[in-house]
């Protein structure tokens, strides 16, 4: 059996270098591979001992869920710090970095389609199992397990969902708002951690990005965001193109 991916911690990625220009990086993605998913199967493709199957929402819960991520937007909108603070606040913890957040909101061009794919990153960080050490260790052991989980397992504070659940979620949230994208690989390995990226260029990804809610307006941003973080710099050398 192959041993699962340790992903970093997320407060480990913590001593970083001065940040690079964007333009000086590029990263390799591999693209999911969804041919097994039918109906409400999003994925399913063994990874392991037997297949890892992820089934979607139902409409009324995506409903209810877009609904909350609209009020968000509407509140990222106000680019004040302490509205942000209280957005990305559950059970009185943070859950991100809302100085940079409010910093992104002021500083970045951001668009309808950025706010919205910021909101959805922040509510899913907001709503997850606060992180524990030896979690990524665990969930890497839940992908050779197989099984099949739901996308709100990644939104489930008790439940330790690993980050292609969370992937898949944010692909089933966005197309509510009529944004398309794809799960994306950081390595050739099928344990390998996942990213989403919208056909515009656009990745989220909550678990590395946590500080900035898990938006990156594109590809080369995301690369750099790598490329300046000690810890993820090593994990991912042989993806990053200087």
């Not at 344990?191 to 990745?203: D, E």
Request: charged share 25%; with cysteine; glycine share 8%.
């Amino acid at each position: 059996m192959q041993r699962p991916e340790r992903h970093p911690h997320p407060e480990d990625a913590a001593d970083t270098l001065e940040p690079p220009e964007a333009s000086d990086f590029s990263i390799s993605l591999i693209q999911e591979d969804v041919r097994g998913a039918v109906g409400d199967i999003l994925y399913s493709k063994r990874l392991g001992v037997r297949s890892y199957t992820v089934v979607g929402e139902s409409a009324a819960v995506l409903a209810t869920w877009k609904e909350e991520i609209e009020q968000l937007v509407l509140v990222l909108k106000e680019k004040n710090k302490a509205l942000v603070k209280a957005a990305m606040t559950n059970d009185k913890k943070i859950r991100g970095n809302p100085k940079t957040i409010t910093k992104m909101l002021n500083e970045e061009v951001l668009s309808e389609e950025d706010m919205t794919l910021l909101a959805i990153g922040i509510w899913i960080l907001r709503s997850m199992r606060q992180w524990q050490r030896g979690d990524t260790f665990g969930s890497g052991v839940q992908l050779l397990v197989g099984g099949i989980h739901n996308v709100a397992d990644a939104v489930n504070p008790s439940v330790n969902a690993p980050c292609i659940d969370i992937c898949f979620l944010i692909q089933q949230i966005a197309k509510t708002f009529g944004i398309a994208g794809s799960v994306y690989r950081l390595g050739k390995s099928s344990l390998s951690h996942r990213v989403w990226q919208s056909t515009t260029g656009k990745i989220v990804d909550p678990m590395y990005g946590w500080k900035r809610g898990g938006f990156f307006a594109s590809q080369k941003a995301f690369a750099a965001h790598l490329a300046q973080d000690k810890i993820l710099r090593e994990r991912h050398r042989d993806i990053i193109n200087p």
